[in-house]
T-cell receptor, first 116, second 109 residues
Framework: GDSVTQTEGQVTVSESKSLIINCTYSATSIAYPNLFWYVRYPGEGLQLLLKVITAGQKGSSRGFEATYNKETTSFHLQKASVQESDSAVYYC?????????????FGSGTKVIVLP | EAAVTQSPRSKVAVTGGKVTLSCHQTNNHDYMYWYRQDTGHGLRLIHYSYVADSTEKGDIPDGYKASRPSQENFSLILELASLSQTAVYFCASMGPEVFFGKGTRLTVV
């Protein structure tokens, strides 16, 4: 089946420093899945941060960027300068293209702690 | 504003007891999903539904039932709660965009 791997369970970074969260995927049901980053702030539900549905394209939102790399099957999330308000849990996810309502397959999440 | 509301937000249940988690959406979405999250794991799909009065099994349906009495409401039922079902549960509704509830923290003791 499909799978998403996030290797870092927790990342601690100082405010104004750069951040990268690694995500790799394996999609057996489809060659080019839709890729997503979701974020969960404390006490809130998951929110869509960004999505990319075309291989080779880059998505961006709230200063975060992620590029769909089909060669390395990766979708790493990056931000050049983090703020304390970026402290949250970030989830990489994929879905197939059988319909916009197909279920999501999630990574295990990366908790980001931004120190003031 | 699109919304998915879960209740309760937190619950402690006794082993062998019955637990019902509720989810209500105001997004007019046909698709609704129940996921569970355990520490160190991503969200895993338990059950989903694409129309009222019909539910489908997800990847980890054992020990769970689901009920979709209306488009707006989707419940997850644990007939005999077990310690292994301690987790955080998320409900979602899907249309062109996905909306998640804030989660229900279930502790089975």
């Amino acid at each position: 089946g499909d799978s998403v791997t996030q290797t870092e369970g927790q990342v601690t970074v100082s405010e104004s420093k750069s951040l990268i969260i690694n995500c790799t995927y394996s999609a057996t049901s489809i060659a080019y899945p839709n890729l997503f980053w979701y974020v969960r702030y404390p006490g809130e539900g998951l929110q869509l941060l960004l999505k990319v549905i075309t291989a080779g394209q880059k998505g961006s939102s709230r200063g975060f960027e992620a590029t769909y790399n089909k060669e390395t099957t990766s979708f790493h999330l990056q931000k050049a300068s983090v703020q304390e308000s970026d402290s949250a849990v970030y989830y990489c996810a994929l879905s197939d293209r059988t319909g916009f309502a197909s279920a999501l397959t999630f990574g295990s999440g990366t908790k980001v702690i931004v120190l003031p | 504003e699109a919304a998915v509301t879960q209740s309760p937000r937190s619950k402690v249940a006794v082993t062998g007891g019955k637990v019902t988690l509720s989810c209500h959406q105001t997004n007019n979405h046909d698709y609704m999903y129940w996921y569970r999250q355990d520490t160190g794991h991503g969200l895993r799909l338990i059950h989903y539904s694409y129309v009222a009065d019909s539910t489908e099994k997800g990847d980890i349906p054992d020990g769970y039932k689901a009920s979709r009495p209306s488009q707006e409401n989707f419940s997850l039922i644990l007939e005999l709660a077990s310690l292994s079902q301690t987790a955080v549960y998320f409900c979602a509704s899907m249309g062109p965009e996905v909306f998640f509830g804030k989660g229900t923290r279930l502790t089975v003791v």
